[in-house]
């Protein structure tokens, strides 16, 4: 007899796998979304449908090591950014969400007005009417009231909006450590494994933590020489 | 000099009070500013030695700056009867970093429990600027609300994210980032920090390596 091929999750059925749409777009810190995919692509199980857009491309080759084509080599699929007729363009696809990592504010606009130009547009409008998740990660500040209404008006609808927002609570000592945080935090969005996510669990844990480790607590001083 | 501004700066409970610190020195050792009024909310302190692994005891300059300045006049938080309380007090603007979540709530409700809440209540309606640097991740439905609403009478909110395009290569290099471009925000520009000019710029060439 045939396995099944569907899973039932909270908002409907999924694939057999874990199927994750993730988009990336024009605005800074691609650097997070190449994070993101690295980490993904270490949870075999998750299956990775990436779109970069036109703007995204410039951004990796401008921020990051790596070159736009080795970023989609990341992903188990890969579409280009205006083919409205990829298997995410249609609900009857199963997935189990989708993450826009960075997200541009123009992103945030034409997801919240609906206007599903490209294939990241339109992937977000399906998984919006399919009622599956939705996670946006603004990198934008500071924040102008268009920016403030289209966040307030996509939170409305259960969007989660995670900008990248450093935590300092787990001392970061590195630009590294401040990706692999923000990365952890949007994977606890998904419900994905985040095994080795710095937590915050009371201000006795994180005393002992800061007394077992001398490097743990970045000492008040002058400035390290950059 | 007349022409010089008096910042008020807060310092509450969220993370990220090292950039408090970049940012106070940076007004400090500026002749643009004659005086810096200093507040520093009881979970600001909490967060502050925890980030620094300091007592929370102390003056509330020593705790940000690590050190005395002349510029910095401190007041404490629940002093409600302090200068800040009154519009007539000469301030230019007030700035609060970190800006925790419960404190835009706050100032968005109106409730001036606190100094710090009545200072940004006294800027909003002097319509001086206020500019709230937040720290939380992800924003909830309430947060955004009370973003919203504190914007749409005056306020910025600005977030405490990075920039990547400047290729930040540590953490203090973020924060440097942050704050040069706060300042610049607040009509003090600062001169060294990445302009964006496109994918040529020297900046970003030297630190690709390219």
Known sequence: MRAPRHRRIATGWAADVPRLIVGMTGASGAALGVRLLETLRALPEVETHLVLSRWARTTIELETPYTAREVTKLADVAYPPGDQAAAISSGSFLTDGMVVVPCSMKTVAGIRAGYAEGLIGRAADVVLKERRPLVLVPRETPLSEVHLENLLALARMGVAIVPPMPAFYHHPATVDDILDHLVARVLDQLNLPAPDARRWTGLADARSAAENSPTATAAPGPRASS | ?210
Not at chain 2, 37 to 57: F, N, P, Q, W, Y
Not at chain 2, 59 to 79: F, M, N, Y
């Open chain 2, 1 to 210: 000099m007349t022409d010089q501004r008096n910042v008020t700066v807060a310092v509450t409970g969220a993370g990220g009070t090292r950039i408090a610190r970049f940012v106070l020195e940076a007004l400090v050792n500026d002749d643009r500013v004659g005086q810096v009024d200093l507040m520093v909310s009881a979970s600001g302190r909490k967060v502050i030695a925890h980030e620094t692994g300091c007592e929370s005891v102390g003056e509330a300059v020593e705790l940000v700056l690590g050190g005395a300045a002349k510029k910095v006049v401190t007041w404490q938080p629940e002093d409600l009867a302090g200068g800040p309380t009154s519009g007539s007090y000469p301030s230019w603007g007030m700035l609060v970093v970190p800006c925790a979540l419960g404190v835009v709530g706050r100032i968005a409700a109106g409730t001036a429990n606190t100094l710090i809440e009545r200072a940004a209540d006294v800027a909003l309606k002097e319509r001086r600027p206020l500019v709230l640097c937040v720290r939380e991740t992800p924003f909830s439905l309430i947060h955004l609300r009370n973003m919203t609403q504190v914007t749409e009478a005056g306020a910025t909110v600005y977030p405490m994210i990075p920039t990547f395009y400047n290729m930040p290569t540590s953490v203090d290099q973020i924060h440097e980032e942050f704050t040069a471009r706060l300042l610049g925000f607040i009509g003090l520009p600062q001169s060294d920090y990445y302009a964006y000019a496109g994918t040529q710029t020297p900046a970003h060439r030297d630190r690709m390596g390219r």
